[in-house]
């Protein structure tokens, strides 16, 4: 399942601009579940059910980590829980900051999986490619570099591993020996890479003035829509943020805005949002079910 990645890249581009902005800035307690929710269920989606395993053993330490440290080094807020041996208060308000930082933390970390998964190099190059386009390919490289490298240095483990250098046998000294020239290994292919991709680029007259570029995205009516959903609910959103309708303070005391018509209106918007693709995924879905029972 991976519909929203065929829609035009520009309809893929500006909705995980409003996704990600939103998850990092707004700090209402119901905007992380919703952001962490919609994210996590995403990632899941386009990565399948091994994405869960994954996303919980780099997501639990993170939080543990954000959630426990703020609380020791921020003693902010009006209502205190207890005093720590070194005589700080612990305050419910900076327990709950943690909370929330930790919970931002994790959301836009799945959001960014699920743009690396949409977004590949050829759409932003596409999108950026003219307007600038030497810091588009670096960025483009830079995305693509992660990956790729992860994929080499595994390669490169199990080659030197049937040659007995394994990192996790031997002596201490040994392992250090053969850790290092892996890595000798992938700074070499790290360079060799980035000078073959520079020179084959520049063969290519990319950057030049007047140089054309084939395109295999077209926007239609499908993209229309879509892009329009997603700008309409994205700035209603941010104009009900900018309005107070999502605010929340955690210092001195948890303070929240009022409960409004126009305040539920905002965060059912923001949560249409953050549902988009999933939305797309399950209707695409259940059209191909369709069809295929009239079969």
């Not at 126009?262 to 965060?267: A, E, P, Q």
């Amino acid at each position: 399942m991976n519909e929203f990645k065929t829609y035009h890249p520009i309809v893929n581009f500006v909705y995980f601009i409003f996704v990600i902005g939103f998850s990092v800035f707004l700090m209402h307690p119901v905007c992380l579940l919703v952001s962490f929710m919609c994210g996590f269920s995403y990632s899941v989606m386009l990565k399948g059910k091994g994405a869960i395993k994954t996303n919980l053993i780099y997501m639990l330490p993170v939080m543990l980590a954000s959630a426990i440290i703020n609380p020791a080094f921020n003693h902010e807020g009006a209502t205190i829980i207890t005093y720590l041996p070194s005589q700080n208060p612990l305050t419910l308000e900076s327990v709950a900051y943690g909370l929330g930082a930790a919970l931002m933390l994790v959301s836009v970390i799945c959001w960014f999986s699920c743009y690396n998964e949409i977004m590949t190099s050829d759409k932003f190059i596409y999108l950026f490619g003219r307007i600038i386009p030497s810091l588009s390919l670096v960025i483009s490289m830079t995305l693509r570099f992660v990956p790729r490298f992860s994929a080499q240095l595994k390669i490169v483990a199990n080659a030197q591993k049937c040659m007995g250098r394994d990192v996790f046998c031997g002596s201490i000294i040994q392992r250090a020996r053969h850790g290092i020239c892996i890595l000798s290994i992938m700074t070499a292919w790290a360079l060799e890479n980035a000078i073959e991709t520079a020179d084959s680029m520049r063969s290519r007259g990319y950057g030049h003035p007047g140089r054309t570029a084939f395109s295999i995205f077209t926007f239609d009516k499908r993209d229309k829509n879509a892009l329009l959903c997603i700008a309409v609910l994205g700035i209603y959103t941010l104009a009900g943020n900018m309005a107070g309708a999502m605010r929340f303070s955690y210092f001195p005391a948890m303070e929240s805005s009022e409960l409004s018509v126009f305040g539920i209106s905002v965060l059912a918007a923001y949560f249409a949002l953050c549902m988009c693709p999933i939305i797309i995924e399950l209707w695409e879905a259940g059209k191909w079910k369709t069809i295929k029972s009239k079969i």
